[in-house]
């Protein structure tokens, strides 16, 4: 059902949030002025307020809040009732002619030192869920997951339990992840991803079967300086754009 949605998530995600949003907000305002000067201006007053708004690492502080269920880090006493710990992908940068080869993403690679750092803790296997997403180009010959595994071999000399490098998206990766963890008798696992992911991550991964004990990372900072935090920024935009896109992805699941 509504299998048609896929290819067109990231045409949709890019019209629907910020900062496209609102600069079509803005736009409309400008082709307004031909017909009515009052609803031109407060179109394009109310796209520019709303663009500052959403730029503000602050407001993206709020809304995370407000939209999304933020979680503790785990305990070592969850930690020790899981079976094994789960990785959740974050892309993969193309575009890496330091290392001749394409490497995960910040945020991806910050993932997979951190279920190291608990495999550290609690020898359980490590498990690294992602494929090649929806807006993935076609020049992407590797997967997530097998870049995930380059690296973790190149700077921990650790290899993966298992990995799966086909699933597209969150709903795929928890899948996909049942369909090769569960006939090993792993239903209880310690999921890691970043803590504005985790509430439709958690979701997912229990509604395809598993036992989840959240182990978050990656929080949304709270405002540390006033001077600064309520001024946009590009970080703050990005900010705000995640936890919204994680919003409605909640709604569509």
Same mark, same amino acid.
């Given at each position: 059902?509504?299998?048609?949605?896929?290819?067109?998530?990231?045409?949709?995600?890019?019209?629907?949030?910020?900062?496209?949003?609102?600069?079509?907000?803005?736009?409309?305002?400008?082709?307004?002025?031909?017909?009515?000067?009052?609803?031109?201006?407060?179109?394009?007053?109310?796209?520019?307020? /709303?663009?500052?708004?959403? +730029?503000?690492?602050?407001?993206?502080?709020? $809304?995370?809040?407000?939209? *999304? &269920? !933020?979680?503790?880090?785990?305990?070592?006493?969850?930690?020790?009732?899981?079976?094994?710990?789960?990785?959740?992908?974050?892309?993969?940068?193309?575009?890496?002619?330091?290392?001749?080869?394409?490497?995960?993403?910040?945020?991806?690679?910050?993932?997979?030192?951190?279920?190291?750092?608990?495999?550290?803790?609690?020898?359980?296997?490590?498990?690294?869920?992602?494929?090649?997403?929806?807006?993935?180009?076609?020049?992407?010959?590797?997967?997530?997951?097998?870049?995930?595994?380059?690296?973790?071999?190149?700077?921990?000399?650790?290899?993966?339990? /298992?990995?799966?490098?086909? +699933?597209?998206?969150?709903?795929?990766?928890? $899948?996909?992840?049942?369909? *090769? &963890? !569960?006939?090993?008798?792993?239903?209880?696992?310690?999921?890691?991803?970043?803590?504005?992911?985790?509430?439709?991550?958690?979701?997912?991964?229990?509604?395809?079967?598993?036992?989840?004990?959240?182990?978050?990372?990656?929080?949304?900072?709270?405002?540390?300086?006033?001077?600064?935090?309520?001024?946009?920024?590009?970080?703050?935009?990005?900010?705000?754009?995640?936890?919204?896109?994680?919003?409605?992805?909640?709604?569509?699941?």
């Amino acid at each position: 059902m509504f299998s048609w949605i896929g290819p067109l998530k990231p045409l949709l995600s890019a019209l629907i949030l910020p900062p496209v949003s609102p600069l079509l907000l803005i736009f409309a305002g400008l082709l307004l002025l031909r017909f009515s000067k009052r609803w031109a201006q407060a179109a394009m007053l109310s796209g520019a307020l /709303l663009l500052w708004v959403l +730029s503000c690492s602050a407001s993206a502080y709020g $809304l995370n809040q407000l939209l *999304l &269920l !933020s979680y503790p880090p785990i305990a070592s006493a969850d930690l020790q009732k899981a079976q094994a710990i789960v990785v959740l992908g974050g892309g993969v940068e193309l575009h890496a002619p330091e290392y001749g080869q394409p490497i995960l993403t910040e945020r991806a690679y910050q993932s997979l030192v951190y279920g190291r750092y608990l495999k550290t803790l609690h020898d359980l296997p490590l498990f690294y869920s992602g494929g090649k997403g929806w807006a993935a180009p076609s020049s992407q010959t590797q997967s997530e997951a097998q870049v995930a595994a380059h690296a973790l071999k190149r700077d921990f000399g650790m290899s993966f339990y /298992l990995s799966d490098g086909d +699933s597209r998206d969150t709903r795929e990766n928890a $899948l996909r992840s049942f369909a *090769l &963890l !569960s006939p090993q008798g792993i239903t209880r696992i310690a999921l890691v991803t970043q803590d504005w992911h985790m509430q439709r991550s958690k979701m997912l991964f229990e509604a395809a079967g598993f036992q989840v004990l959240p182990a978050p990372l990656g929080y949304i900072q709270p405002p540390l300086r006033w001077e600064t935090d309520f001024i946009p920024s590009g970080s703050g935009l990005e900010k705000s754009r995640i936890v919204l896109r994680e919003w409605l992805g909640r709604l569509h699941y």
